[in-house]
């Protein structure tokens, strides 16, 4: 179980994190959601014992990053957002240091690694220079794991990585799961934070909320209206303007309106753009998503 | 242990795979030595000279068989009037005119007082020096032998000059002692630094962070494999020194060997010391080039002359390690000296070393900025 009690961390006058607070769970897949820039690098580093924190307090299983970095270090595997592995040296050649050096083989624990290492076991021979984005990542997520782990701690795992290898990803995470790894994995995709078991939604240094993906949506409160015209540009900037809008925003095809009250309905909004001249208007209820709470919460903030 | 030779290892494939590394390690010191052995040299042989003889007699004929004898100089004009002095300058480059005066020897023996007069392109003021000097050498003894001859007293002082330790004033002498000095500097100190933020910028640092690697694991498992082959360096350049370039090694083997690898650890104590303040490669590379290639070449009296500098430039000289590692293998190669002759020049160096690596110590992070 890992505790974070308000913790910050400053760079100069930014601060890259601030005061956060969250928990943990044993065996849970843990998301933390962010924009580039929110702070997520900061705090996991800070986690995995390689920043100071300025103030606030780390308890992984009762041990300190900052005391017991050493205890701290045995017990993470981490891979971090860069491919951080050694691109002149073969697949092979990769694994069995990151074997040695965290003192064990690949042999002893391959049964942790093998539905991920299958994958990429008939180029072993290759150099992980010459991998692409998907095999990097399973070369790196196999290193990460050689040690048994009890934490995995992964920065941005996902980024750059197609689509399907994305998809691919999770599954594995979620098999990990199962072996009783406890992982924290942040992203800048939204999509993603359903996969996890909880989340916490990041930005400027801040958490502004931390539930499971269906309490976050549960939390939201408020009615969105998807709204789609012929020139949906204009229909962007007109409702922005408009005195009932209390948010607006793009959002695959439609856009999405939050009105003011709820007595603005769908009626009013037609009305408002056809006095505008917009044609072809088509508007839908729409559910909130995580996307969704992620721009309010980080708006009223 | 088992980590620490899986790192050695790691760090040989770095080396052995990258072809522009092997290429520093292995190809530059030999191109190097090669080069300053043969191109920067302060001796000369065969310049282009003219000959201006106004008297035309056997006395002068003999001097100029002399100059032309002598392996120094080659006789490229022989002039008929002063005015073709200057196009032979600029025409034909010759480097330097020996003009005899009319009735050479007739004033030679009646008068006691014969001129010859050098005149030398000083465009080039060393060597126009080093000729007009070696001409008035051959000059000298020329009119020794004929005073001797005719019996007459010779000069009341006579100097004779023996250069010492390099009879033949050949520059590659003092090229190997700076060479050496050079590749070690670069293939230890620029070496290290760069291989050691290559891992910070590849973010590979951070996962060797978090393993259970010791920093000194870290530090020791990067400079390894830089050892041996700093080790295989010095033996090429003295090899090559002994083999091409005829350079004696007069005093003891195991003691210079012992001195460059004393000269290899500072150097990779700077390197790795450079390597916990650079954040990056370039940063790195440009650090060793400018902090400790520059001086090396240029403070260390490794082509200038210490002596030479202004005052300021020289106390500065001692604090490049490369000076007191030349002194050393100067006087141990070509004076054959002992550990007794250089112990404080060795003690230096080793202050030197425990400085870096104590600063290398306080500075390592075991996390990031």
């Not at chain 1, 009932?244 to 309905?265: Q, W």
Request: neutral net charge; charged residues 20%.
């Amino acid at each position: 179980m890992i505790t974070i009690q308000n913790t910050s961390k400053k760079y100069g006058t930014v601060k890259a994190v601030d005061d956060v607070s969250i928990q943990v769970h044993e065996g849970e897949l843990f998301g933390l959601l962010g924009p580039d820039g929110a702070g997520k690098t900061t705090l996991l580093r800070m986690v995995n014992s390689l920043i100071l924190p300025d103030a606030g307090n780390i308890q992984l299983w009762g041990l300190d990053p900052v005391a017991d970095y050493r205890q701290v270090r045995q017990i993470i595997g981490y891979m971090p957002g860069k491919f951080s592995l050694y691109t002149d040296l073969t697949i092979e050649e990769n694994l069995n240091f990151f074997a040695t050096v965290f003192g064990t083989t690949i042999a002893e624990n391959y049964h942790l690694i093998k539905d991920i290492y299958q994958q990429i076991e008939p180029f072993k021979h290759r150099p992980a220079g010459k991998l692409s984005g998907g095999m990097k990542q399973k070369l790196a997520l196999s290193c990460a794991l050689i040690h048994k782990p009890k934490l995995l701690v992964l920065d941005e795992p996902t980024t750059g990585v197609d689509a399907v290898s994305r998809q691919e990803f999770w599954e594995m995470l979620q098999a990990l799961k199962t072996k009783g790894i406890t992982i924290i994995v942040s992203t800048p995709y939204m999509d993603e934070a359903r996969l996890c078991d909880r989340v916490a939604l990041m930005q400027d240094g801040q958490i502004h909320a931390c539930d499971t993906p269906a309490n976050v949506v549960a939390g939201f409160g408020k009615t969105i209206l998807g709204v789609k015209m012929t020139n949906v540009y204009k229909g962007l900037t007109d409702l922005r303007v408009w005195k009932h809008t209390d948010n607006v925003y793009p959002c695959g095809e439609y856009l999405h309106f939050i009105a003011t009250d709820s007595h603005v309905d769908v009626a009013s909004v037609t009305q408002y753009l056809v006095s505008l001249g917009h044609q072809n208007i088509d508007i839908v209820n729409v559910n909130p998503d995580i996307e969704d709470c992620f721009i309010e919460l980080t708006r009223t903030h | 242990m088992k980590r620490f030779t899986a790192f050695v290892r790691k760090e040989f494939l770095h080396i052995f795979r990258d072809s522009r590394t092997m290429l520093i390690l292995f190809a530059m010191p030999v191109v190097q030595i090669l080069i300053f052995g043969f191109v920067i040299t302060t001796e000369i042989s065969d310049a282009s000279i003219a000959i201006l003889d106004k008297s035309k007699n056997e006395m002068t004929r003999e001097i100029t068989a002399k100059l032309a004898s002598s392996g120094y100089y080659n006789i490229k004009h022989l002039l008929h009037s002063e005015n073709e002095i200057e196009a032979a300058f600029k025409r034909d480059r010759v480097k330097m005119v020996v003009v005899f005066e009319p009735q050479f020897s007739k004033r030679f023996y009646a008068d006691k007082q014969a001129s010859v007069q050098l005149i030398a392109d000083a465009s080039d003021a060393n060597s126009a020096r080093i000729l007009t000097n070696y001409a008035e050498g051959i000059i000298t003894s020329y009119q020794n032998s004929k005073n001797s001859d005719v019996g007459a007293v010779a000069k009341p002082i006579e100097t004779q000059v023996r250069m010492f330790y390099n009879e033949n004033l050949d520059g590659v002498f003092m090229s190997v002692p700076g060479i050496m000095a050079m590749i070690l500097m670069l293939v230890s100190a620029m070496m290290t630094s760069i291989s050691i933020t290559k891992e910070k910028e590849f973010g590979s640092m951070e996962v060797l962070l978090i393993s259970p690697l010791k920093p000194f694991q870290i530090i020791l498992g990067k400079v390894t494999p830089y050892i041996l082959l700093a080790f295989v360096n010095v033996l090429t350049i003295l090899a090559m020194g002994y083999w091409v370039f005829h350079v004696p090694i007069r005093g003891s083997l195991f003691l210079l060997l012992g001195e460059s690898m004393l000269f290899t650890l500072l150097a990779l104590s700077l390197g790795i010391f450079i390597s916990t303040v650079a954040q990056n490669q370039m940063v790195a590379m440009f650090m060793s080039m400018f902090a400790l290639m520059l001086p090396t070449i240029l403070l260390s009296g490794f082509i200038y002359p210490v002596e030479n500098m202004p005052y300021v430039l020289q106390l500065i000289s001692h604090l490049m390690p490369p000076k007191w590692f030349i002194i050393i293998v100067k006087s141990v190669m070509l004076k054959g000296n002992g550990i007794m002759y250089v112990w404080k020049e060795t003690l230096i160096l080793m202050s030197f070393t425990l400085l870096f690596v104590g600063l290398s110590i306080k500075k390592f992070q075991v996390r990031l900025k």
